[in-house]
């Protein structure tokens, strides 16, 4: 790894920002009143479009004057502390020495994991960091550790500590799960059969399917359930009314000899942002697709159409007041787990790592996804 991209990652991990667009926090700073907000203001600061550069007061604001920043050393092993002239000095001459405002740099968060007790708390953040101008360069990955204090009414980061991701030591996959149920927007289960899996999963589950809700493919129809606040299974079969489309019906539906988890989407509060950065990695998402609501209140998503790997999520950015289609039953069956097994793992988990998603991916005989489901019977299985 060029020292150039250990050195501008600065253990800080900033959401990206789009090159010519002003930061929010820049212009109206954030409060800082919630560990969440504070954390965002850092990750909006230490991120500049090209022509610009960090606006080291906002970032002072948000550090303890004493604070204590711990960074790998620059070269080999081994570590250095820096107090906040001593970082922000050191970022201004990574600045300089590469010419990083003539491109912009952006760093943004795969995943977070929070404690708070009293007026204290700690934040886990798994980072990748990026040069704005140079997407065919790879992101920096690395782990802040914060500690953060409460003091006359508002919270200060007391200290900073990063340790980057080197091809001998790479980060630990439980890292990546942080939060990982909390970008599940949805499952897929195709059936052959749709009233007789809506059927199936009632006996199983203890909940009914509801028909309808949205959207179907040409030749199919369609069930949802919802599994919890914000996510939902949603059930697709072949529709006896329609002929099938040329080149048949979505997620192999023709071909199906039973019920399977097939696909699932992913939310994403920006959909050409998650697109900058899957093209960094080699990605291609695809064409946009618009789809109507599902919660019966006109509001349209946008998201990606599935692909062909069933482990590989779809993307989805809604409206936020989107709730899941059917929340009568929202609290009756609920999601806790999602995974995943595949002959060839190692090749699997590679484009999941590049998303920034937690899946974990098992050896096993075919390509299959598995959830966990809590339900008023107790803890289901579907796959």
Known sequence: MPRLVVLVCLALAAVPTVSGQEPAERRHPAGTDSVDALLDAVYRTVSFPAGETPDWDRLRELLLPDALIVQPATRGRGIRTLDVDGFVRLFVDDIERYRMSEVGFAERVVATAVTEFGDIASAQVVFEARLLGEPGRLPQRGLD????????????IASIATQFERPDDPLPAHLYTARFLER???????????????????????????AGGGDAAPGTRSARLSLGSSTFLEIVGPDSQQAAPEGGRPFGIDRLGEARLVNWAANTGNLEETRSWSAAHGLDLGATVVHRSLDGAGRVSRGTAPGDEPLVPFFVERDPAWRPPVAQASTAAVLVGLRAEHPDPTAARSPLRALGLGLTVAVGPERRLIATVATPRGLVELR
């Open 184 to 210: 599940i927007d949805h499952l897929v289960c195709a059936t052959p059969d749709l009233d007789a899996t809506i059927d199936d999963l009632e006996r199983v589950l203890g909940v009914r399917p509801v």
């Open 145 to 156: 550790l914060f500690q953060l204090v409460e003091k006359d009414g508002r919270w200060f």
